[in-house]
C-alpha cells in the first residue's frame, strides 16, 4: 500500500511561499496513478479540512480560501504530489497532510505550516 511521507513545510512571513512534497513510498505507480489526491490541513481545534485535491487527468480543485494561492500538481512517475503555497496568510497555519480524495490510506506524520503576521 505504501506510505505517505510530506515535507516542506516551515515557518515564513505572511505573503511568503512554500512548496510541499508528498511522497507514496513503496507504492507501486500502477496503484498510485489512478487515484485522485488531495492535500488537507488541519489546525488546533478544528477538524481535518480539504485544501486540495487533483484528479486524472491532471483537474485540480480547490477550497474557497485558497483558491488563486495554491497549485496542487502530481508527478505519477515519481509518485508525488505537490502543493505550491504563494501568498500565504497567518490563517494558513497548520499541520498539512496527503492523501487520497477518498482518505483511504493511512495518514503520514504530516509536515508543519507556520506563517507569521
Known amino acids: 500500500q505504501g506510505r505517505l511521507v510530506e515535507s516542506g513545510g516551515g515557518l515564513v512571513q505572511a505573503g511568503g511561499s512554500l512548496r510541499l512534497t508528498c511522497v507514496a513510498s513503496?507504492?507501486?505507480?500502477?496503484?498510485?496513478?489512478?487515484?485522485?489526491w488531495a492535500w488537507y490541513r488541519q489546525t488546533p481545534g478544528k477538524q481535518r479540512e480539504l485544501v486540495a485535491s487533483?484528479?486524472?487527468?491532471?483537474?485540480?480543485n480547490y477550497a474557497d480560501s485558497v483558491k488563486g494561492r495554491f497549485t496542487i500538481s502530481r508527478d505519477n512517475a515519481r509518485k508525488r504530489v505537490y502543493l505550491q503555497m504563494d501568498n500565504l496568510k497567518p490563517e494558513d497555519t497548520g499541520v498539512y497532510y496527503c492523501?487520497?480524495?477518498?482518505?483511504?490510506?493511512?495518514w503520514g506524520q504530516g509536515t508543519q505550516v507556520t506563517v507569521g503576521q
Open positions: 492523501n487520497t480524495l477518498n482518505e483511504n490510506l493511512t
Open positions: 513503496g507504492m507501486i505507480t500502477s496503484v498510485f496513478n489512478p487515484y485522485n
Open positions: 487533483i484528479g486524472t487527468p491532471r483537474s485540480a
